[in-house]
């Protein structure tokens, strides 16, 4: 099937959100001011998805740790986080930083994760954005413009290239805990004035031993906590709200 697009700038898409950053952009973002999140999520690796698969670059995105005696992968996403508008989103609905914005704020709507399918309806763009006589987007599920085709593989290269940084992150700062994959973040708040510090590799010293970092998974729902126990990793139940982003109710 082929989707056709193209932007009403109607700026619905720049609000409410928590915007994926390469950790470059993050910096930027911090540098004005801005506030930068870690949402953070884990899984049991018994085994590396075949090179090429989907899930194979969900895998290399991620770090190894332990949760007790399971090896887990780590997985970090930076995000500009705010609610409402958009601190660039000028008033008539342009960008105000176009030249320097995100790059996932160039990729939209097209999906950055090989997993993801567009599904227009799930977009906040207006069915006028979609009309048969815009752009080819997309062609059997595969991007149209080669330009978004670079663009997303320049996306996705960075998220692989800032693993280690995410990870010597995570251990300056003390951060041990994740959500179970998929079941949502657990979130963590970086002020402005300390994301240069902690993703400088100045500072950084070699990551010995990180395989066997320890970490515990965070989770809100009791089905989880049974088979996280039942499996010996090291788990802790927690509450949606300021530091946990569960995409289900809490049940325990
Ligand atoms: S940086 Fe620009 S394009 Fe990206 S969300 Fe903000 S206003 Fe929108
Ligand atoms: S929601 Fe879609 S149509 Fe509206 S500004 Fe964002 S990309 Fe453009």
Request: with cysteine.
């Amino acid at each position: 099937m082929d989707i056709h697009f193209d932007c009403t700038q109607c700026g619905r898409c720049c609000h409410n959100l928590k915007l994926p950053l390469s950790v470059d952009e993050a910096k930027r973002w911090a540098k004005n001011g801005h506030e930068v999140q870690l949402l953070i999520e884990a899984t049991p690796a018994y085994e590396v998805p075949e090179r090429g698969s989907p899930e194979r670059y969900r895998f290399d995105r991620s770090f190894p740790a332990m949760s007790g005696s399971v090896p887990i992968r780590v997985s970090v996403i930076v995000v500009a986080a705010f609610e409402g508008a958009c601190p660039h989103l000028l008033q008539d609905m342009r960008c105000g930083a176009y030249e320097t914005r995100p790059t996932v704020c160039r990729i939209y709507p097209a999906e950055v994760s090989p997993r993801a399918q567009l599904v227009p309806a799930q977009k906040a763009c207006p069915p006028g954005a979609w009309l048969p006589d815009q752009p080819l987007l997309l062609s059997d599920g595969v991007i149209a413009d080669n330009e978004l085709s670079l663009l997303i593989d320049a996306h996705r290269a960075a998220s692989l290239a800032d693993v280690e940084l995410k990870q010597q992150a995570c251990r300056s700062l003390g951060i041990a805990s994740a959500a179970f994959a998929n079941e949502g973040y657990a979130l963590f708040s970086l002020l402005p004035d300390i994301v240069d510090e902690v993703f400088a590799n100045r500072l950084l010293a070699p990551l010995e031993d990180a395989e066997a970092a320890q970490w515990q998974f965070v989770t809100n729902r009791q089905p989880t906590l049974i088979m996280l126990e039942t499996v010996e990793a090291t788990s802790k139940v927690i509450s949606r709200g300021d530091t946990y982003i569960g995409f289900f109710e809490d049940d325990i």
